[in-house]
């Protein structure tokens, strides 16, 4: 039973930083890819930033610079860290992760994969 479980939202001021935590259990795959998404009120769902298991990387342009994609294999963890935030970062931010066959530019790809409830980022 693979289960994702994101930690690390808040709410901070402009400019600001945070760093989100998913931590994953259950998962067995040695090649996968992992992304965090997030989902604004009225919006939908969009791609922030991935990872696989080979350790390349991939940001939407909207935070490349300011933000950057990790993992620690030793704790099965991805982290987000997000610096500069900005107002139009809030939303809801989640973790997703997929064997290769369900990734599609190296983000998990809906309905397959397993993903997070996700955590509440709000920049003010």
């Known amino acids: 039973h693979v289960q994702l479980v994101e930690s690390g939202g808040g709410s901070v001021q402009a400019g600001g930083s945070l760093r989100l935590s998913c931590s994953a259990s259950g998962y067995t795959y040695s090649s996968y890819c992992m992304g965090w998404f997030r989902q604004a009120p009225g919006k939908e769902r969009e791609g922030v930033a991935a990872?696989?298991?080979?350790?390349?990387?991939r940001y939407a342009d909207s935070v490349k610079g300011r933000f950057t994609i990790s993992q620690d294999n030793a704790k099965n963890t991805l982290y987000l860290q997000m610096d500069s935030l900005k107002p139009e970062d809030t939303a809801v931010h989640s973790c997703a992760t997929a064997p290769p066959r369900y990734c599609s530019g190296g983000y998990p790809r809906r309905p397959s994969g397993f993903w997070g409830q996700g955590t509440q980022v709000t920049v003010s």
């Open positions: 990872i696989d298991s080979d350790g390349s990387t």
